[in-house]
């Protein structure tokens, strides 16, 4: 069984050698894509405020808080934080 073995590895095609690590490409802020759950805390947060939905403002809570969740390390400065929970 061990001579079966050198054979698999002798055709195998394979080259471990040329093998690179993954790196991820750099994307600039402008091309990251849209915040949907900051979006429809905005238009929540609005109409709960204009028509006194007390749903829509629980909504646009809970929306706002999955838009903070999901910020990426590069978006994460106070001013922004503070912003975006307002």
Excluded at 16 to 29: E, G, Q, R, T
Excluded at 41 to 62: D, E, H, N, P, T
Aim: hydrophobic share 45%; net charge positive; charged share 15%.
């Amino acid at each position: 069984m061990s001579s079966h073995n050198s054979t698999a590895t002798a055709n195998d095609p394979r080259q471990p050698s040329a093998a690179k690590p993954f790196v991820a490409p750099m994307v600039s802020p402008q091309d990251l894509p849209v915040d949907y759950s900051g979006f429809i805390a905005v238009i929540l947060g609005v109409a709960g405020v204009m028509f006194r939905y007390k749903l829509c403002s629980w909504l646009a809570l809970i929306f706002c808080a999955q838009s903070l969740s999901n910020m990426k390390n590069m978006e994460n400065d106070l001013k922004q934080i503070s912003m975006a929970s307002m």
